[in-house]
C-alpha cells in the first residue's frame, strides 16, 4: 500500500508537469477557433516559444522575463497567421502548416545564431529556472515507514513540487472561461465565431475580434513552449516540442472547444506522458519506442473513439470579407 502512495503520487507530479505546456497551448486554440480561426499553427508557436523562453532564460537569468519573451514570441508568430487568413483570406489549414514549417527552422537559425552554431541552447542553472514555490511546505520523508509518511511524499510529489507554471495554468483555465463566458469581450468573440455577418451588422470590427483570438492563442502556445524549456526542462532542444502542439489541438476538439474540457484533456494526455516517463524508469522491460509513442496513441483513440462529431463553432475556418453579401 505504501509503495503504491508513493508511485502514484510520483506519476500524477509527472502528469500535471507535462499536462501544463498542453494546458497552455490549448487555451489558445480555443480562444482563436472560437473566433472562428482555425490555428493549426500552434505546434510551430509553441516551438519558438520554446526557444525564445529558453535562450532569454539563459542570458537574462530571470525566468519571468524569459517566460514573457516567449508569450511574445508567439504572438508574433500568430500575427503572421493572422495576416494571412484574416486580411487576405487565405486558407486557415495552409497558413498553420506554414507556421508550423516556419516555427521550427526560424528556431533552429536563431539557436545557431545565439549559441555559437549549437542546435540546442545551452542549460538554463536551476535557480534561473521557473520556481517552486510550494516545495518546502512539506519536509521530504526519506525512510518511509507508514501510510502518514507516504501520504506526505505523495502530496509532495503530486502537488507540492510542482513549477508555478502548472499553477498559473489551471488558474488561466478558470480566466480564459470567465473571459469567453461572462464578460462582453467574450461573448463578441463567440459571436464573431458562430455569425461573424450579424456580429458585424451589431457594430463588432469581426476584423480586429479575429485578430485578437488568433495573437491571444498565439500568446499562450508560446507560454506553453515557454512551460517546457525553464520549467520541465532547462534548456531548448529540437526535439523539445515534438508533436505536442498537435496533441493540444486534439485536446481542444476533445473538449469541445471549451477551456475546461480541453484542460481534462490535456490531463488526460498529460497522465499517458506521465505514465510512459515512470514505466521508462522502472524494472518493467516496455520497450521504449512503445512507451514513446503511448501519448499519441491514446491521442487517436480519443479522437476516433471519444470525441465523435465535433461542433465547433459554425463560422470556424471560414473566411469573412465584410464586403461580400
Not at 463588432?204 to 492563442?217: E, F, G, H, P, T
Not at 502542439?245 to 484533456?265: C, D, S
Not at 506522458?273 to 501519448?295: D, E, N, R
Request: with cysteine; net charge positive; proline share 4%.
Amino acid at each position: 500500500m505504501i509503495s503504491i502512495i508513493n508511485n502514484l503520487g510520483i506519476i500524477i507530479g509527472i502528469s500535471l508537469m507535462y499536462s501544463a505546456p498542453l494546458i497552455y497551448t490549448a487555451l489558445g486554440g480555443v480562444i482563436s477557433e472560437n473566433a472562428g480561426v482555425v490555428n493549426i499553427g500552434l505546434e510551430g508557436m509553441m516551438t519558438i516559444g520554446a526557444l525564445v523562453g529558453a535562450t532569454v532564460g539563459y542570458y537574462s537569468g530571470n525566468p519571468w522575463l524569459a517566460f514573457l519573451a516567449a508569450g511574445i514570441a508567439g504572438g508574433i508568430m500568430a500575427i503572421l497567421h493572422g495576416i494571412a487568413s484574416i486580411t487576405f483570406t487565405a486558407d486557415q489549414i495552409v497558413s498553420g502548416i506554414a507556421i508550423n514549417f516556419i516555427g521550427p527552422g526560424l528556431a533552429l537559425f536563431l539557436s545557431r545564431l545565439f549559441f555559437e552554431g549549437a542546435t540546442m541552447t545551452k542549460p538554463i542553472p536551476l535557480d534561473n529556472k521557473m520556481p517552486q514555490p510550494f516545495k518546502n511546505i512539506l519536509p521530504e520523508v526519506t525512510q518511509v515507514e507508514t501510510i502518514k509518511d507516504a501520504m506526505i511524499n505523495f502530496f509532495r510529489n503530486a502537488i507540492f513540487n510542482q513549477y508555478i507554471t502548472v499553477f498559473i495554468a489551471f488558474i488561466l483555465v478558470f480566466i480564459v472561461w470567465f473571459v469567453l463566458y461572462k464578460t462582453k469581450l467574450g461573448l463578441r468573440i463567440r459571436s464573431v465565431g458562430e455569425h461573424p455577418r450579424a456580429a458585424d451588422t451589431l457594430g463588432i470590427n469581426v476584423y480586429r475580434i479575429k485578430y485578437i483570438a488568433v495573437i491571444l492563442s498565439g500568446v499562450f502556445a508560446g507560454f506553453g513552449g515557454a512551460a517546457m524549456s525553464i520549467a520541465v526542462v532547462a534548456n531548448y532542444r529540437a526535439t523539445l516540442i515534438s508533436g505536442q502542439g498537435f496533441i493540444a489541438l486534439a485536446a481542444m476538439i476533445f473538449g469541445k472547444w471549451k477551456p475546461q474540457g480541453a484542460m481534462w484533456a490535456c490531463l488526460l494526455f498529460g497522465a499517458a506522458q506521465g505514465i510512459a516517463i515512470y514505466l521508462g524508469g522502472t524494472a518493467i522491460k516496455v520497450p521504449s519506442t512503445l512507451l514513446a509513442m503511448t501519448p499519441y496513441v491514446i491521442t487517436l483513440l480519443a479522437l476516433i473513439f471519444v470525441v465523435g462529431e465535433g461542433n465547433g463553432p459554425k463560422a470556424n475556418g471560414l473566411p469573412y470579407e465584410k464586403n461580400q453579401g
